[in-house]
């Protein structure tokens, strides 16, 4: 089963960067669709996921499009999101997921969309 060690998350002011980093194992990272997914603070999960990548390709929520990165390496089994021009908005609990197969752009349509693995998460809190 998958594991994973969620990291980068913090708290700054709009208009800044961070760079959120996921260190997976237990399952074969490069044959994986990886996926970013965010929480809001009022606890509800937005229905699809903000970042997707199945190997070479990528596919991003409308919200976060023009903003935010999607990338991976596989050598050091790492999902990355580096996400820019941040907004109050963004602000939340994000979440790595994997899944052996995933539909892009589906995934982040802005419909429900689910994944098979999740990580545990990391907060960002953007202050305005």
């Known amino acids: 089963y998958m594991q994973s060690v969620e990291t980068g998350g913090g708290s700054v002011h709009a208009g800044g960067s961070l760079k959120l980093s996921c260190v997976i194992s237990?399952?074969?990272?490069?044959?994986?669709?990886l996926g970013w997914f965010r929480q809001t603070p009022e606890m509800e999960r937005e229905l699809g996921a903000i970042?997707?990548?199945?190997?070479?390709?990528?596919t991003y929520a409308d919200s976060v499009k023009g903003r935010f990165t999607i990338s991976k390496d596989n050598s050091r089994n790492t999902l990355f999101l580096q996400m820019n021009d941040l907004t109050p908005a963004d602000s939340g609990v994000y979440y790595c997921?994997?899944?052996?197969?995933?539909?892009?752009?589906?995934?982040?349509?802005?419909?429900?969309?689910?994944?098979?693995?999740w990580g545990k998460g990391t907060l960002v809190i953007i202050s305005s």
């Open positions: 997921a994997a899944d052996r197969r995933c539909s892009m752009p589906h995934m982040t349509s802005g419909d429900y969309y689910t994944m098979d693995y």
């Open positions: 237990g399952l074969p990272f490069a044959d994986y669709c």
């Open positions: 970042a997707g990548i199945d190997d070479d390709s990528t």
